[in-house]
């Protein structure tokens, strides 16, 4: 009941910070543009602390799952990867395009329209693959609410059971979640799919930690 209460309250404050906060920002040095539909990378624990503990080398090929403003995909494309980025928002995607090309890695980050690995080709394979997944529960209403609500855990469940078909023998994926959103129920399922989990990073707020998984196969 009170994980419930919180994230009421989360997605309530979201709402705000998206109406009202600025739509130019800068995070680790990286000018980014979003608009209301976009999660501003600023102002949300989650995108500055994902791309912090982005660990790649230029050889590595990366996948940014849900790319939003493109904050992971810009920092692993800054550190010399070839990158991919998804989105289903058509609005998270023309400022992805728009936030590579101002930070000089547009000829590195390809950006992508479309529901999870849909706009992939069959045979693509990835080193890394970056997954920033909505947590909250709730329904999508909008192209915005994608980045927010994954009402029992169904987008995640389609995540895990395909993400391996895109991965190298040797990749994995880099996921961020919350503890107020049953982290243990998404690696329920992701160990139930055959995946094996270990933590890279933890971030304590007043209310919520934040957790950032490396998953292998």
Request: with cysteine.
């Amino acid at each position: 009941m009170f994980n419930n209460l919180k994230q009421r309250f989360g997605v309530w404050c979201i709402r705000k910070i998206q109406k009202h906060g600025p739509h130019s920002v800068s995070v680790h040095g990286k000018a980014f543009e979003i608009s209301e539909e976009v999660f501003n990378p600023k102002y949300y624990i989650t995108s500055e602390f994902m791309a912090r503990h982005i660990n790649a080398s230029p050889e590595d090929k990366v996948l940014d799952m849900g790319t939003g403003s493109g904050i992971q995909a810009i920092t692993a494309a800054q550190r010399g990867c070839r990158v991919v980025a998804v989105d289903i928002n058509p609005e998270a995607v023309r400022c992805a395009r728009r936030n590579a090309e101002i930070n000089g890695v547009e000829n590195r980050v390809a950006v992508l329209q479309g529901d999870l690995f849909s706009p992939l080709s069959k045979d693509e394979r990835f080193d890394i693959i970056l997954f920033t997944p909505p947590y909250l529960k709730g329904f999508v209403k909008t192209h915005f609410d994608h980045a927010l609500f994954d009402q029992n855990k169904t987008l995640a469940l389609r995540f895990f059971t395909d993400a391996k078909k895109y991965l190298k023998e040797n990749g994995y994926v880099q996921m961020i979640y919350s503890s107020i959103a049953d982290p243990e129920m998404i690696l329920n399922i992701s160990d139930g799919l055959g995946w094996r989990h270990t933590v890279i990073a933890r971030k304590k707020k007043v209310f919520e930690e934040f957790i950032i998984y490396k998953l292998t196969r």
